[in-house]
């Protein structure tokens, strides 16, 4: 993971000795709150490295268990920005190291009490994430200026890690909770199945040199 931080900012940070404009922008969306910065490597094409989070509360239930949970986003972006129609339009690709993550706790619906309980963290499949995406404006335009994202998150199949807490249940209902523990990621994996195709749209503003 460490690696992978290194490898999209530096790309990027190296390619700022022939930047020919600098931008700085903050921005809030789907990834989170956070900011910009970008170069403008040639008239039609930029280099841009941002940082997101977020926290919020999300619920979610399987057929088995009601969930209560805290989605945690951290988000480090090495992006390019293509701009041949100008700079209202422009085509984005890059990755996105992501350490986003959803911690759980969850209930039984039937067959639980005596304070028996789930926990766990469901993670991205993909540390680090492919991402494709339209937007307008340029983080390194001259001035003060708007800018969007619109695209996707490659995050790949999410994957759950989960731990039964018994509780004062028998011995032989606790058994029977821990052996239900591998069924129970995977319905949870499916429930959020689609986050692997993350939704990303940003608005913010930047100012350019």
């Not at 790309?11 to 022939?18: N, Q």
Request: with cysteine; charged share 15%.
């Amino acid at each position: 993971m460490r690696l992978a931080r290194v490898l999209v900012l530096g790309t990027l940070l190296a390619a700022a000795g022939s930047a020919q404009a600098f931008g700085i922008g903050v921005r809030a969306g789907t990834t989170g709150v956070g900011g910009d910065v970008a170069w403008n490597l040639v008239p039609t094409l930029q280099a841009r490295v941002g940082y997101s989070a977020l926290k919020w509360d999300h619920d979610v239930s399987t057929s088995n268990v009601q969930y209560d949970g805290d989605v945690k986003l951290s988000n480090l972006s090495g992006l390019v920005d293509f701009t041949p129609l100008g700079p209202l339009f422009r085509l984005t690709g890059g990755f996105i190291y992501n350490d986003n993550k959803y911690d759980v706790r969850g209930v039984p619906t039937s067959g639980g009490g005596g304070g028996s309980s789930l926990t766990g963290t469901v993670k991205a499949g993909r540390s680090l994430a492919p991402y494709l995406g339209v937007g307008w404006g340029n983080v390194a335009g001259a001035g003060i200026n708007f800018y969007a994202d619109l695209g996707i998150m490659f995050m790949g199949s999410p994957k759950a890690n989960l731990t039964a807490n018994c509780g004062s249940l028998s011995a032989g209902a606790c058994a029977q909770l821990q052996s239900e523990v591998a069924a129970e990621q995977v319905r949870l994996e499916d429930k959020l199945d689609r986050a692997k195709y993350y939704p990303v749209l940003n608005i913010g503003l930047t100012i350019g040199f």
